[in-house]
């Protein structure tokens, strides 16, 4: 059964950085790729990017180019989310996913949220 669990989660300042981890388990195949995601309270899930475990190739959603770095560590079978300069409007249920079906980092297909597997999340609060 295939299990992505996030971590790392919590609340900052403004300005300040967080690091989120997915832990994936129960793969059969080591080509996919991950996905994070964010939700705030009343507005709907939105794609933050995603990386390739293939070819590490990765995506950013344009509002967090430039401040936020998906890497992956192979070995471990995890994906990092590294979040700097962070905003108040960054605040969110943060999510990772899988996509099995297209396993090379998708634009079209984090908008479109086409990923399979996910994880129940975690909180990231940033005060001002």
């Known amino acids: 059964e295939v299990q992505l669990v996030e971590s790392g989660g919590g609340m900052v300042q403004a300005g300040g950085s967080l690091r989120l981890s997915c832990a994936a388990s129960?793969?059969?195949?080591?080509?996919?790729?991950i996905g994070w995601f964010r939700q705030a309270p009343g507005k709907e899930r939105e794609g933050v990017g995603c990386?390739?475990?293939?070819?590490?190739?990765?995506y950013y959603t344009d509002s967090v180019k430039g401040r936020f770095t998906i890497s992956s560590d192979n070995a471990k079978n995890t994906v990092y989310l590294q979040m700097n300069s962070l905003k108040p409007e960054d605040t969110a249920v943060y999510y990772c996913?899988?996509?099995?079906?297209?396993?090379?980092?998708?634009?079209?297909?984090?908008?479109?949220?086409?990923?399979?597997?996910w994880g129940q999340g975690t909180q990231v609060t940033v005060s001002s």
């Open positions: 996913a899988a996509d099995r079906l297209y396993y090379y980092c998708s634009a079209y297909r984090v908008q479109k949220r086409l990923f399979d597997s």
């Open positions: 129960g793969f059969i195949s080591d080509d996919y790729a």
């Open positions: 990386i390739s475990r293939t070819d590490l190739n990765t």
